[in-house]
């Protein structure tokens, strides 16, 4: 009885809510300097769905808004958000002209380019979701971006994976791993500054999206702020310098805009040793106004990065070198010169046809994506590991001795290492000149690479019906081409290179050359082709006191494997056409919106949805077979928050708890093992996996004068496995004749016990506390002191199951493997608390009619040592090898850690007209 009274005073609450009468809200921005309307800002009224003033006089027209007190906000990208308390009586408001001041700290998201590119040119490395946040306002989202991402912080605990990025409404995540190669366009911020983020659940004008959220970029002329841009940066993370400049048409000629930008980027070693940086983007833009209603615009995008990468370290070469060591380079002909280098060239071109009118937008693309992504790195065959750090070069392997500790072999290990810590290329051309070697080489240089061809056409519409209901609707097709290979870029003074594998005396290639010379093609060569249609349709419905929306998507996604090395020890299985593996997934995602009055509200949001696994996930070993992952399924994703949202005069936040549990998920990972099922190098494969993340947000800001800002955010989470995944390893050195009898040599391993493990997903638990100081007279300061912890190892799953307990010797347990030394010896490693205070700050002029801006980081102030990720090596796969490893306190197979810059800065000078 009394739920249902209280359920018929709801719903009557609502019915008197919308017989009031209600009030339009107008106004015009400007900008305070000079005094141009600024047309595409975004006007929002404590909840309400957020309007745009007219693209012609940027005038602002909100309707319909019941009587009550409320805080209007306005953001225009460039400018400083304006906050107000209104308050409507019994008639119209017109607020007058607003004027917005330009946002000098805009310089920030150039800062955090250079976070993004290191985070990104790493493949074991955390993959960091801070690029796609730039664009929002959110306090807590800006800390974790700005802030929270030099630690490689994760949202809610989320990869980069599950945000869609768009380019112009096409979809931009790379098909191999889900992820955005933010490469693509890097060194271009000035012409993609202009994006719109939805965070998380909330509804997307472009896109189902993501359990992360849904970036999209506009590259229109149109759009863009008019005159030439010019830019100078220095730094010592990434990149040492970057010259920038950018030009878009002040005057429409024809109906025509456009836009030109170009960068360049450099550095000789960035922050961590041996890591050059190369890059060089240009970008041209064409629009075309047919009339007010249709658009045509023509978008070429070139970016190309080159950069040296770096190592995961055991705390032992911490101890010996420091903090920037890298492993991978060493000094060849007095030069600088890194086995491990990264380059991506993937051009970019699209068309787009834009339709607005004054209920319907609608916007057509097509884009045409090549280019190459390749990896160097050095191969050697019958011959010493040429890595520096290599177990056997390093004290800990005399310590650890099976028949002793040998001091005196230690000792001379490590004055060996601190006299010769770089990689020899001397040593390596010496080997392969040698007169035993007859011209073949033991050393070469070669590059992974793939050489993709993507095609995509996309479609996106939003039509608004009235005043309280709004449909948004969208679909893409997607193809990829994908050919990858292993080129010889250097074969380090030898003659040839004999393309058999050394593990197994089997030959890679049958059909081919056995002799191989620079530029040629060698160890495997295979295709993959993908497709994706991907659709979605969306509800939307607003009213004064409460909105919902309901959202639905499907996807088709199929992939397939054509080898083009027919491989010895794979007979039956690589060479040819594989067999076409398809998914079809779904999805759904809803929310509702109470407002209890203009200044505080709640938001339930929730989603259902399956996902297909990635393609480096579906195949087992693609570049030598064309074996699936047996049984494999798609992922499902239950997730779902709650948000409180506050709205003062000087206070703003929100507070948000989340749960959110991934099922199902696939994972491949390559690695040599020594276990109770032998000794070999594996693919590991991991089917049934679950992860579960819950947590909380906290984001304020508190307006304490006109000039003062505090800010505090906050995020505690925990991030685990759910599950105990079935694992199996498939051997890599199966012989021509076991192909028929035994395809790929694989073992199931059973379960593994990794059930509640936390994940290596970043800091579970982060804290920030800042103060902002900006002058009447255009100079702005600000610092903030951030805590992060509860960071943890990723662990080793094979080292999980019933093999670690088997002696490869006998086959049977090891007795003293009992339930208590293996908890010890498999106890997760959690990485050290840390803080770090940083520092930024600038100041901007305008000098007969030139803005000028210097803006300037600093991170890290007190130079903290602290460690952003790592993982446990899965080398010691059996108890007694992890037992006696470990024995001295220096295990030779440590868990390898990755180490956070320390103090650096960023400095930018720019200067418009």
């Known amino acids: 009885m009394k739920s249902g009274l209280a359920i018929s005073f709801f719903i009557l609450n609502g019915i008197w809510g919308y017989a009031q009468e209600h009030y339009r809200v107008m106004g015009i921005v400007k900008d305070m300097v000079t005094q141009e309307n600024i047309v595409f800002s975004e006007i929002e009224i404590s909840g309400f769905t957020p309007a745009r003033p007219s693209p012609i006089d940027g005038i602002f027209n909100l309707s319909p808004i019941r009587s009550g007190d409320y805080i209007i906000t306005i953001n225009a990208q460039d400018y400083l958000s304006k906050r107000m308390p209104i308050s409507i009586g019994s008639q119209d408001l017109d607020l007058g002209i607003i004027y917005l001041e330009r946002d000098i700290a805009q310089e920030k998201t150039d800062n955090l380019i250079t976070l993004t590119d290191s985070d990104l040119l790493e493949d074991e490395s955390i993959s960091m979701t801070s690029g796609m946040l730039q664009a929002t306002k959110d306090i807590f989202l800006n800390r974790a971006a700005f802030d929270f991402g030099q630690a490689f912080f994760r949202v809610r605990g989320y990869g980069s994976e599950n945000g869609r990025i768009l380019l112009n409404g096409i979809p931009m995540n790379k098909l191999v791993d889900g992820r955005p190669q933010w490469n693509n366009w890097g060194g271009l911020n000035d012409v993609t500054r202009n994006q719109v983020f939805t965070h998380g659940l909330q509804a997307s004008d472009f896109s189902f999206g993501g359990i992360l959220g849904t970036t999209n970029i506009s590259t229109r002329p149109s759009t863009f702020r008019k005159g030439?841009?010019?830019?100078?940066?220095?730094?010592?993370?990434?990149?040492?310098?970057?010259?920038?400049?950018?030009?878009?048409?002040?005057?429409?000629?024809n109906g025509i805009h456009y836009s030109v930008s170009a960068s360049r980027r450099w550095a000789k070693e960035?922050?961590?040793?041996?890591?050059?940086?190369?890059?060089?983007?240009?970008?041209?833009?064409?629009e075309y106004q047919l009339n007010v209603k249709h658009s045509i615009g023509l978008t070429s995008i070139l970016a190309s990065n080159r950069r040296g990468r770096s190592s995961a370290v055991t705390g032992e070469v911490f101890q010996l070198a420091g903090k920037r060591y890298n492993p991978y380079w060493g000094n060849q002909n007095g030069k600088i010169r890194n086995s491990r280098e990264r380059k991506i060239v993937e051009p970019i071109v699209m068309l787009n046809h834009y339709y607005n009118s004054k209920s319907f937008i609608l916007n057509t693309g097509i884009s045409y994506q090549f280019g190459s992504n390749s990896k160097s790195r050095l191969g050697y065959f019958n011959a010493p590991n040429p890595d520096p750090t290599y177990y056997r070069y390093l004290p800990s392997f005399y310590i650890n001795s099976p028949i002793g500790a040998n001091f005196i072999g230690a000792n001379m290990a490590k004055d060996g290492f601190l006299e010769n810590?770089?990689?020899n290329w001397n040593n390596l051309y010496k080997a392969n000149t040698s007169l035993s070697t007859q011209g073949k080489a033991v050393y070469i240089a070669y590059e992974d690479t793939a050489e993709d061809q993507q095609f995509n056409i996309a479609t996106i519409g939003n039509y608004t019906i009235n005043n309280h209901i709004k449909f948004d609707f969208g679909g893409n097709y997607t193809t990829l081409d994908s050919d990858n290979y292993a080129e010889i870029n250097d074969l380090l003074g030898s003659d040839y290179h004999v393309d058999i594998d050394p593990f197994s005396n089997t030959k890679n290639d049958l059909d081919g050359n056995l002799n191989k010379t620079n530029g040629n093609l060698f160890n495997y060569l295979y295709n993959i082709k993908v497709r994706v249609f991907d659709v979605f349709s969306q509800w939307s419905v607003t009213y004064p006191r409460w909105g919902a929306f309901l959202g639905v998507n499907y996807t088709s996604t199929d992939y397939q494997r054509d080898g083009k090395f027919k491989n010895e020890r794979y007979l039956n299985s690589s060479f040819g056409k594989g067999e076409?593996?398809?998914?079809?997934?779904?999805?759904?995602?809803g929310g509702i919106t109470y407002k209890f009055n203009g200044r505080h509200w709640v938001v339930l949001n929730g989603a259902y949805l399956t996902k297909p696994p990635v393609y480096q996930n579906v195949f087992i070993n693609p570049r030598e077979n064309n074996q699936l992952v047996n049984n494999i399924q798609s992922e499902k994703i239950t997730t779902t928050d709650l948000s409180y949202f506050i709205r003062l005069p000087n206070l703003t936040g929100r507070v948000t708890g989340y749960y959110t549990r991934i099922q199902n998920t696939t994972d491949i990972n390559f690695f040599f093992v020594d276990a109770g099922v032998g000794s070999e190098f594996v693919q590991e494969v991991l089917t049934d996996l679950d992860k579960l993340h819950l947590g909380t947000e906290l984001g304020l800001e508190y307006q304490l004068s006109s000039a003062v800002k505090l800010s505090l955010v906050a995020a505690v989470g925990k991030f685990l496995y759910a599950s105990d995944p079935l694992v199996s390893i498939n051997f890599d050195t199966a012989g021509a004749e076991e192909d028929?009898?035994?395809?790929?040599?694989?073992?199931?391993?059973?379960?593994?016990?990794?059930?509640?493990?936390?994940?290596?997903q970043g800091p579970q638990k982060a804290l920030a506390f800042g103060v902002e100081y900006r002058d009447p007279k255009y100079w702005w300061v600000g610092t903030t002191a951030n805590f992060l912890g509860n960071n943890y190892a990723g662990i080793s799953t094979i080292t999980r199951t019933q093999s670690f307990y088997l002696n490869p010797e006998t086959g049977v347990p090891f007795p003293n493997a009992t339930d208590e030394n293996v908890k010890k010896l498999l106890s997760q490693n959690k990485l050290d608390d840390f803080y770090i205070l940083n520092l930024v700050g600038g100041k901007s002029w305008l000098k007969a009619g030139k803005y000028i801006s210097v803006f300037a980081s600093v991170n890290n102030v007190?130079?903290?040592?602290?460690?952003?990720?790592?993982?446990e090596q899965s080398r010691n796969g059996n108890f007694g090898q992890l037992q006696q490893d470990n024995l001295s306190g220096s295990p030779s197979f440590a868990p390898k850690y990755w180490y956070g810059y320390g103090r650096t800065y960023f400095i930018n000078f720019a200067i418009s007209f």
């Open 740 to 760: 028929i009898l035994n395809p790929i040599g694989s073992i199931d391993l059973g379960i593994a016990k990794i059930k509640d493990y936390k994940l290596a």
């Open 228 to 253: 030439m841009r010019l830019s100078a940066s220095a730094s010592n993370r990434t990149y040492a310098g970057r010259l920038m400049a950018t030009y878009t048409s002040v005057v429409p000629q």
């Open 580 to 589: 076409k593996v398809a998914f079809s997934n779904f999805g759904t995602k």
């Open 862 to 871: 007190f130079d903290a040592v602290f460690r952003t990720g790592g993982y």
């Open 421 to 423: 810590p770089q990689l």
């Open 270 to 286: 960035g922050y961590i040793d041996g890591t050059i940086y190369d890059a060089y983007s240009f970008f041209g833009a064409l």
